[in-house]
T-cell receptor, first 114, second 116 residues
């Protein structure tokens, strides 16, 4: 079975600091996609960043970047210059090609303190 | 704003009742996915439709059903409701059926269902 594990249930950092959220996944697939979604207190699910497994280059979106280690099946999210608005639940999600669904991790609750 | 709309935002009902949740995908998206987010569980995939046809089923109870209409909006029907059905129900949409392209699922704001 394909699973996604987020080993940090909660994290807390000061505003402007850099924080890294961990995610590992288990699959026998070679082609797949990985996503990070953010769920703020409003409960809306917001796409943060996406990575295609066949691309070696790590994806970046402004202050958000990933460290994708395919052999280790690791997909961490780095948030630079963290802001109060980054406070949210962050979900790592795995999407194998040919499958019909996203498989989510249990989430990491991130709090940015002023 | 993802472009995916869901109604209603909140729904409070009693055990044994039936409710219908509605979702309109982003313009141009053909696939609709339904997910359930309970307090003690993460997001669980329920069902997917592509251009009116059911494509995949996840952990969807027999008391639940869904359909996608010709205008591509989708409805999730929940019947014989139980306390444990209280959850946030998300709809997501993407351009094509998965497996054929690098799809990204965009989520609606969700419907919060409370069963009393």
């Amino acid at each position: 079975a394909q699973t996604v594990t987020q080993s940090q249930p909660e994290m807390s950092v000061q505003e402007a600091e850099t924080v890294t959220l961990s995610c590992t996944y288990d699959t026998s697939e070679s082609n797949y996609y990985l996503f990070w979604y953010k769920q703020p207190p409003s409960r809306q699910m917001i796409l943060v960043i996406r990575q295609e497994a066949y691309k070696q280059q790590n994806a970046t979106e402004n202050r958000f970047s990933v460290n994708f280690q395919k052999a280790a099946k690791s997909f961490s999210l780095k948030i630079s210059d963290s802001q109060l608005g980054d406070t949210a639940m962050y979900f790592c999600a795995f999407f194998p090609r040919g499958a019909q669904k996203l498989v989510f991790g249990q989430g990491t609750r991130l709090t940015i303190n002023p | 704003d993802s472009g995916v709309t869901q109604t209603p935002k909140h729904l409070i009902t009693a055990t044994g009742q039936r409710v219908t949740l509605r979702c309109s995908p982003r313009s141009g998206d053909l696939s609709v996915y339904w997910y359930q987010q309970s307090l003690d569980q993460g997001l669980q995939f329920l069902i997917q439709y592509y251009n009116g046809e059911e494509r995949a089923k996840g952990n969807i109870l027999e008391r639940f059903s869904a359909q996608q209409f010709p205008d591509l909006h989708s409805e999730l029907n929940l019947s014989s409701l139980e306390l444990g059905d209280s959850a946030l129900y998300f709809c997501a949409s993407s351009v094509e059926a998965s497996g054929r392209s690098a799809d990204t699922q965009y989520f609606g704001p969700g419907t919060r269902l409370t069963v009393l």
